[in-house]
């Protein structure tokens, strides 16, 4: 019997470390779980996409191409996760949905990047968890959850446990559309969760955040599914 | 120097009939604003698309594997297109955004049908328009344009000849997530022409509303972009 | 040990229903046998495949292009059994013979649809038989066998219990060339069947058919190879 | 306006020396015709894949891996003409109907060897000339042309200025069915052939012979095409 | 008649601003030849490139995996220079000297980053400049040419105006073999280089010396072949 | 426990003859140790490749297109070892490093040919002993081993059983460039292997002498890395 699968979209600022150390506390935990799951990790851009972006940007070049050179980006930093991984993960971050259904068959940890311009990593991460039947989906942020007034702003924000799919989708067509605004989740993430009844937990990235999510130990906020 | 392109999403059911009559009308009409434009055409998955997807569903399929099996779908209509225009067609349909952008350097009228899954064809043609540096859009779906509410619901609906970004913003956001739901236009497609700003216009698949359209007389809903 | 591999072209009409329950029989068949053997399934066309056939041919498209809307027909339809086959099946149709191949050796039942222009899906399921080293091939399509005179236009036609495959080629020599015309097997299977002596059965696309087949009842017409 | 298309398959004996002194004079053949006509050739595989077949018969391969080996042979011969050709030629043979599609299209002349295992050199050359749009296709072989019997057996065979698509098929149909049989025409080249009505021509492969053939001079054997 | 070729080995150095001004004086440089010239720019990695490798190395990664790391960041350098060359450049990198050999076909200005694991950029770009017939080859590092002596050790160090290219190899031969450095030259990139006898210089990457270079003015040391 | 990996280059004279019977011993040795070993054999391209490049180089091609060329041999070459290994082998030879990867992943014996122009097959294979973290690398070439001196044109030339890396580099700067002169070793080879710290041994292509080298038994030459 085949072990059941999670998803996690890890936030691109895991990846700024130059020395490898912080991959390699991930590569531990997700080697530490690997027993009883099989998880399949989406990485972000982090500081580095965002720096090529503005470069990019300051040339002219439409938005569009700025995706693609993130996903570029993402899936350098996907090969990083895999090196610290070693034996225990996919060769290659899949390129394709295809490519990643193909991977998850082989058993192994599967981390891959962004895939196509016009999705944010949590639009692709809410996809391959729909594409692999992933058990749930953790959306691994820079911030601790979802909280009920931008935290930056009102020192007395107040994060929720849960939150109604609803609610968070009228709190995210408030926001601004360019790119960079949505890490989050997005809209598309959000029709995707719905349609397929994802398990979805909005936490913080960070390796003791994430191992108390696994475990079933409260940890950032829940996504409550309208009933079916 | 090269013409102004022109991105044309057209609904599928424009690829309904078995005798080739109505595209070839399309093919005479894409062929003859050709001299001033370049056409860049996206079909939509129509009837075919719904009884495929219809069928998979019944069997359990995932919605990413659905999307697949659309787009699937729109490609052959796509080639159907790209048959009736014969030599001012390029010969195939491209299968990425990278291979549409080369596709347009040859200088042809180019026919695609859906790219990724996770987005809808009107999604898909806004990010085309997007990389092509389109000078205009046109969404040519199953109605007139946008109406002020359910005209299928509503007989004194009134079709709006101009619309605010952010007002069908707002009405997209109530509708339901499901596959088939998006067809007028979509979040993504709204955040990519906001973004980028592209002229976009809503209206009727059908030759003698898009004749006009590109005359630029008036014809169904016109988009209006905040200031920016 | 792998078991031993049985491949099957199965008629495009077992694909015409649109509500999924043809198909989902076929699925259980196949699951069902695939304890002992390792099915190798070929889609073909069917009813949609003719329609879209039949509007290029209007527009004046070359029948290789027409060959080439046919195989993407039946890859739909390999999709379609696919879905009903679920974790069974191999997830994506394999596009050419090096995909079949890899395919096979992952143990899952394989469905493909056509793979080259210029090939019928009789054609492209002897030379995957021979690719796989099948112990069988059967091919499922709308009749229930060879016989001995035209049965649409002969009512005492008589259907053979065995033909041998020089008296076949002869029949099929004097059909006509135009595409539609080889669905009960073509010249180019009949080489390949020959010079790698495949054990061939031409039958119904019909379940409790195919299983009798399976399960070494007669049923259908059976292929006599020369001594060699 | 755009040149027609000539196709030539080219029997794999014309790249049988090692000095290239024979391929030179092909591609000065090919290039003086190029003012008028786009040259698309069809290389065969000659003596080094028959050596190369029998090697990998003799370990017990599979006649489809056979077919694989011969087109990845005939593939290095196109290289050996298009490095004769220099800058006139299409870098690289296209390995797909498609790709000689695109390659056509850059105006170029376009070598290519084998497309697909289970089909002829002759039969991927009538699918080319078929997918080209091909004015005319000559089928340069290793004899003078159509004879009325073997003429390696019977020294009073006479060579046919002309013989009719029917009787050319009756013919082939007496020849046996493994792979090296069906040089000088297949059936299935025939099928392409006869669909399409292909101007076609059975002729040695000569430079001299060549060049009376497109100067329209009796040259070989004319395929008769039936009354449409 | 085509214009000459110049391919230009861009060190990665060029890339490091993060504002994207220094990318648009090359691109100016660039855009500013491409009247007399085609240019072919292979771009390094740069500070990114070692960081993503010291990541990966620290993580125990092999030697060829961080080969195509530093192959992954080049890429995206490069796709910034696209950018900044907008609809002058060949639109995207490519990735393959097949694909560099068919964008050249194009007539754009064609940026690549690196192509295959176990190749500096300076013998990638030596081999294309081979493939692609440049008429010269400009080594663009982040020193002025070649020295004497080590200029970092010895500050009575002379930069060479001119050496064999013998005696080149020598020096290089002395150096250690870790990835790293080589970014003066190496020892394929020299194989390349006395084997089609390509014109070659190594200078400084600068926008003034490079101009220099092109106009034929003395810049950096020329490489000097031997005698054929 | 996965098994420990041996690369083995295996030069092109062992498949020169036609009758397959030298490629059956091969195949009969490489499963034998395939009980303790995962072989990954790298197959050069012997004499047929030297007489295709002699045929290019005399019309003019470039040397790179003659490296593409001789790796087209080399993968024919590596096909004839599958068909003798049958079920034994990947199908296919794998054609990058990443197909090399994953083919690996399979546990059978990997079969390839050369992978990139500007590469030898020797700097290949210690590519690949790099990738596979070979254990060992075996140089199978058409001479014992090492000699003290050119053993063609000084008799009393002596076979060294040991030699250090630093000097066979130095022996190899001697050599000239141009294609064909580097089949014992390449200076690629020989960065890699420093670099990665491989345990190779460069020794005739015979069966015999390779069991006698896989068993532990003094074979050939043997390189001698420096103290790290």
């Known amino acids: ?33 690997s027993g009883s799951w099989q998880p399949v990790v989406v990485a972000g851009g982090g500081r580095v ?5 503005a470069n990019a940007r300051s040339s002219g070049a439409d938005e569009t191409t700025l995706d693609e050179i993130g996903i570029g980006v993402s899936r350098l930093n996907a090969r990083l996760l895999i090196c610290a991984l070693g034996a225990k993960a996919h060769p290659y971050p899949p390129a394709t949905l295809k490519e990643v259904r193909h ?3 082989g058993g192994l940890v599967v981390i891959a990047g962004g895939l196509h311009p016009g999705q944010s990593t949590n639009g692709t991460a809410a996809l391959i968890a729909e594409k692999v039947g992933a058990a749930q989906f953790l959306n691994a942020t820079d911030v601790d959850g979802v909280y009920d007034r931008d935290p930056n702003k009102h020192s007395d924000a107040r994060m929720l446990r849960k939150i109604g799919l609803g609610e968070l989708r009228k709190m995210l067509a408030r926001e601004d559309s360019v790119a960079g605004g949505y890490d989050l989740m997005d809209l598309v993430a959000l029709k995707v969760i719905e349609r397929s009844r994802i398990r979805t937990r909005i936490l913080r990235a960070d390796v003791n955040v994430l191992k108390k999510a696994v475990r079933g130990t409260a940890a950032g906020t829940e996504l409550v599914l309208p009933d079916s």
Request: aromatic share 10%; hydrophobic share 45%; proline share 0%.
């Open 1 to 33: 019997m085949a072990k059941k699968r999670i998803v996690i979209k890890l936030s691109g600022s895991a990846f700024g470390g130059d020395d490898g150390k912080v991959l390699r506390e991930y590569a531990a935990f997700l080697s530490g779980i």
């Open 49 to 53: 996409a965002r720096q090529y972006i």
């Open 103 to 105: 991977a998850v068959d």
